[in-house]
């Protein structure tokens, strides 16, 4: 009975341990709340400044992370960069030829119209200062009666026929000659006078008809004594 009775008791604790115990347990809390209260006031006060970092850091963690180079090693052979071949020059491709529509047709140029025996030639006007021919160049002189230079191109009159003075019979013949020369000096000096063609050109002189207002000036020779038509026999300037 004794027994049963110690073994239902039960010790008490000791007052100081107890005491201790739920001293020890009770500050604890109180302290870990006191340090973080102090630590969220200064994170409060430093707000500004830890922000920045706290976005910062695990971006910048993350990207060292995955931008990590690779070792290299040594044993790997370096890599061969392959050069760009050199571009190679083309020629030039010939000009393409223009389309039929792009290429300029030539203006017809106008057709200048030949002399023929059908269609006569068109009167020639012409006008200068003439003198005697001399020993120079033979450009606007009058030769003998029937034979003159105009532009340096001999012109003989073809109506007409006079003595030459060089080839005078007589000294009649020989006067004659040197008066049709000067009349025909004075007509051409006149004014301006028209050429009409009287057949091809020789290398005796080009064949003109050659007058004034409709006049010529092989009739007035004839008409004056100072020359005769062309063809007649024999002359009327030396005496029988």
């Known amino acids: ?18 005491k ?41 963690t993350m990207r060292e992370m995955t931008e990590a180079k690779p070792a290299v090693r040594k044993d790997t052979p370096p890599k061969q960069v392959a050069l760009a071949a050199p571009t190679p020059k083309v020629a030039p491709s010939p000009a393409q030829p223009l389309p039929p529509a792009a290429i300029p047709t030539p203006t017809a140029q106008p057709v200048k119209a030949t002399p023929s025996a059908s269609s006569p030639a068109t009167p020639e006007t012409g006008t200068a200062a003439f003198g ?24 003989v009159i073809a109506d007409m026929t006079s003595p030459v003075a060089d080839r005078a019979r007589c000294d009649d013949e ?16 006149a004014g301006p006078f028209t050429m009409n063609a009287a057949g091809k050109t020789e290398t005796s002189g080009s064949p003109r008809v050659v007058s ?7 009739t007035q020779l004839i008409n004056e ?16």
């Open 225 to 240: 004594g100072l020359a005769r038509k062309p063809g007649t026999a024999g002359g009327p300037w030396c005496a029988a």
């Open 132 to 155: 005697y021919c001399g020993q120079g160049a033979h450009i606007n002189c009058v030769g003998d009666g029937g034979v003159f230079w105009y532009k340096g191109e001999k012109i």
């Open 174 to 189: 020989r006067r004659v000659a040197f008066t049709a020369k000067a009349r025909l000096l004075a007509l051409l000096n």
């Open 1 to 18: 009975m004794a027994k049963t009775a110690t073994r239902g008791r039960r010790k008490a604790p000791a007052r100081g341990k107890s």
């Open 20 to 60: 201790a115990r739920s001293g020890g347990g009770g500050l604890l809390p109180w302290t870990v709340i006191g340090i973080a209260a102090i630590a969220g006031i200064a994170a409060y006060d430093n707000w500004k400044s830890i922000k920045p970092m706290l976005g910062k850091e695990p971006t910048a």
């Open 212 to 218: 004034r207002d409709g006049r010529s000036f092989g």
